[in-house]
T-cell receptor, first 110, second 114 residues
Framework: EDQVTQSPEALRLQEGESSSLNCSYTVSGLRGLFWYRQDPGKGPEFLFTLYSAGEEKEKERLKATLTKKESFLHITAPKPEDSATYLCAVKGFGNEKLTFGTGTRLTIIP | EAQVTQNPRYLITVTGKKLTVTCSQNMNHEYMSWYRQDPGLGLRQIYYSMNVEVTDKGDVPEGYKVSRKEKRNFPLILESPSPNQTSLYFC?????????????FGPGTRLTVL
């Protein structure tokens, strides 16, 4: 059974203070690892898909990386508008289902 | 604009009163699914559909029904809601088998069962 564990559960940073969020996973054949951003009371918003170890993707202040066991979401010089819950999910072979972690709630303090 | 829509967005009901939450997508996606999100448990899949008239159980199907009569619509039915079905519900869609696309989520339906 696919499993995803995210850490930390919550993270408070000062504006401009860079950090990383962790997503550890086990899956029987990785088809894709996905990062989403979710604002309170709203649907998850797609950020990145990573397909193989060593792959990296960037979008503004966010950079996602992937190894065979985990993924990191690096946040560089964050702003208050980056405050949200960040969700990691995996999709394995032979399975259309996404298995989600419980998320990291990120708060950026001005 | 490509999107997944859900209605209603908020619903308060009483135990045992049948309800339906509608979901519609305009991207011609084959695969649609329903998730519920609860604090500390994350997003869990309730039911999914690979195409019209093809549906199957996800991880937490008890107390729910679905139907897929048209490609764009995938309603979630609670025939006899109970308080433990109070949750935030999301519909999602993606192109389907053979693709590694992400799933696109609707805005959510917050359901309270008294």
């Amino acid at each position: 059974e696919d499993q995803v564990t995210q850490s930390p559960e919550a993270l408070r940073l000062q504006e401009g203070e860079s950090s990383s969020l962790n997503c550890s996973y086990t899956v029987s054949g990785l088809r894709g690892l996905f990062w989403y951003r979710q604002d309170p009371g709203k649907g998850p918003e797609f950020l990145f898909t990573l397909y193989s170890a060593g792959e990296e993707k960037e979008k503004e202040r966010l950079k996602a990386t992937l190894t065979k066991k985990e993924s990191f979401l690096h946040i560089t010089a964050p702003k208050p508008e980056d405050s949200a819950t960040y969700l990691c999910a995996v999709k394995g072979f032979g399975n259309e289902k996404l298995t989600f972690g419980t998320g990291t709630r990120l708060t950026i303090i001005p | 604009e490509a999107q997944v829509t859900q209605n209603p967005r908020y619903l308060i009901t009483v135990t045992g009163k049948k309800l339906t939450v509608t979901c519609s997508q305009n991207m011609n996606h084959e695969y649609m699914s329903w998730y519920r999100q609860d604090p500390g448990l994350g997003l869990r899949q309730i039911y999914y559909s690979m195409n019209v008239e093809v549906t199957d159980k996800g991880d937490v199907p008890e107390g729910y029904k679905v139907s897929r009569k048209e490609k764009r619509n995938f309603p979630l039915i609670l025939e006899s809601p109970s308080p433990n079905q109070t949750s935030l519900y999301f519909c999602a869609s993606t192109r389907g088998r053979g693709y590694t696309d992400t799933q696109y989520f609707g805005p959510g339906t917050r359901l309270t069962v008294l």
